[in-house]
């Protein structure tokens, strides 16, 4: 079974300062799909950014860029220029790309990272 | 807004009950997920249903059953509630698989907040 580790339950930031946030995750599959969801305090999860295994090029989204290593099985979440509004709670994810598997569609999230925005 | 409506937005009720959780997808969106937020469990997959089918099944409770309607609408049916029942629901959906765009993105609703007392 796969598993997503996010080691830092809380960060913090200035505003307009860069931070990243860590994620490791446990597979034995080679493709795969990666995600970081962003919960403001409303609840609703956000899709931040995504990333397919077999790409190798980093993901960007904006403000919002990934350091995708996968043979360390490592996707940080780097955020630049921080804004307010960025202040969440952010869960990274996983999703097996078998489409036959008995978890299809499943995403497994790790146990989330709040991030606090200082002005 | 994802597009994605669930309903009820709150739900207070007592141990023992029964509930129903429900969920409207995207337009045109034929896969819908079911996810489980609690302090002690975290974010946890429920199930997957496709086209009125169930495609993949997670940490389900024997208690718990969910299904999808021939217009894509899901349910999710929860009885002989538990106080450790007590989460935020949410329901997510995604496009058709093999259309273009982003078949593997899923997208959330707002969540069913459920306390049982």
């Known amino acids: 079974a796969q598993t997503v580790t996010q080691s830092q339950p809380e960060m913090s930031v200035q505003e307009a300062e860069t931070v990243t946030l860590s994620c490791t995750y446990d597979?034995?599959?080679?493709?795969?799909?990666l995600f970081w969801y962003k919960q403001p305090p409303s609840r609703q999860m956000i899709l931040v950014i995504r990333q397919e295994a077999y790409k190798q090029q980093n993901a960007t989204e904006n403000r919002f860029s990934v350091n995708f290593q996968k043979a360390a099985k490592s996707f940080s979440l780097k955020i630049s220029d921080s804004q307010l509004g960025d202040a969440a709670m952010y869960f990274c994810?996983?999703?097996?790309?078998?489409?036959?598997?008995?978890?299809?569609?499943?995403?497994?999230f790790g146990q989330g990272t709040i991030l606090t925005v200082h002005p | 807004d994802s597009g994605v409506t669930q309903t009820p937005k709150h739900l207070i009720t007592a141990t023992g009950q029964r509930v129903t959780l429900r969920c409207s997808p995207r337009s045109g969106d034929l896969s819908v997920y079911w996810y489980q937020q609690s302090l002690d469990q975290g974010l946890q997959f429920l199930i997957h249903y496709y086209n009125g089918e169930e495609r993949a099944k997670g940490n389900i409770l024997e208690r718990f059953s969910a299904q999808q309607f021939p217009d894509l609408h899901s349910e999710l049916n929860l009885s002989s509630l538990e106080l450790g029942d007590s989460a935020l629901y949410f329901c997510a959906s995604s496009p058709q698989e093999g259309t273009s765009g982003l078949p593997n993105e899923q997208f959330f609703g707002p969540g069913t907040r459920l306390t049982v007392l």
């Open positions: 994810a996983y999703r097996s790309a078998n489409a036959g598997g008995t978890s299809y569609g499943k995403l497994t």
């Open positions: 597979t034995s599959e080679s493709d795969y799909y």
